[in-house]
Structure formats: C-alpha cells, structure tokens
C-alpha cells in the first residue's frame, strides 16, 4: 500500500520527549480522535497547530509528549506524535493496544475534507501492509472507550460506515 506523506517530528518542530515507553506492534485499535480546535489547510498552519498541540499536553496536562501517535491535518498531511513505535497518551486502558490518530480541528458540525479523510484510509492501509496493524484491526471513535464527545459528531456518524469499524 502506498504510504502517505508523513511529516516527521523533526519536519515540524518537535520538543523532546520527557519520557516514552515502546509499544509491540502489530496494534489491535486504530482510534480515531479529534483535537476540537482550530482546522489548517496549509503546512505552516498545521506545524503551528502541531507544536501548540504538544505544548498544551505537556504544558498544561504534563504529559511527557504530544498525547497521539499521527495526528492528521485538512492540508491532506500526516503528522507524526509520537509514532509507531511509542505508547501514547491518547485514551486509556487501550495506549499500549492502538494507535491514537487525531484530526485537527473541530468536527461537531463538520466532517473532515475530502484531502484529511483519504490521508488516514492511506495510513491505516499502510499500517497494515507494514505490520504496524493488525490486518483484522477494530476501528473505533474515541467515544466508543470513554466518557466524551470526540470524535465529534459530524465525523463519528461518518466513520461509523467505515470498514473495521466498531462501536
């Protein structure tokens, strides 16, 4: 499967971990997660909101690192977090089990655009094809493991149609 264009920690300005604890792949979930903020539809936007992104979870929650392992802007990019091979701090009981990947933006009203939608079906078809992800992986919107409206309404009936999905 062709992989998309994925713009690497050092691409966008990434601080340093404070900590990271390694993660046996292939993952089980794909959890889909929206970050309820801003959209960017160019590079420079996105690599602003990415570096405020790590900021707030380290900052202000303390975390070690941006809390997603991808997270995907409506620029048609993938943004590396905390990547393949790192725990995140995405939703619990289910970091060291799937992957976090989170759009930016807010999409309550909205479903992503066309370019951020066909960005994640590329990287969840890559994680297969290179063994990241199981290929009987479970597809599931935040909401389906916790106590929260992410990820948005507008974007959970949608991925709810998807392949793999399950609430």
Request: charged share 15%.
């Amino acid at each position: 499967a062709a992989c998309p264009t994925i713009i690497s920690r050092a691409q966008w300005g990434a601080r340093i971990p404070r900590c990271q604890s390694g993660v046996a792949a292939p993952m089980k979930y794909a959890i889909i997660h929206h970050t309820a903020w801003q959209c960017c539809t160019t590079l420079e936007s996105c690599i602003q909101q990415m570096k405020h992104i790590q900021n707030y979870h380290m900052d202000n929650k303390g975390w070690c690192d941006i809390g997603y392992s991808f997270l995907i802007g409506e620029d048609g990019n993938v943004y590396e977090g905390r990547g393949w091979n790192t725990e995140g701090a995405h939703t619990s009981n289910y970091n060291t089990t799937g992957y976090g990947i989170s759009f930016m933006g807010n999409f309550t009203n909205v479903a992503p655009n066309a370019a951020a939608l066909a960005a994640v079906k590329n990287l969840l078809c890559c994680a297969v094809s290179k063994g990241y992800l199981r290929p009987d992986y479970v597809l599931k919107g935040h909401r389906d493991l916790g106590t929260t409206e992410c990820p948005g309404s507008s974007f959970y009936n949608l991925i709810k149609k998807w392949p793999r999905f399950h609430a």
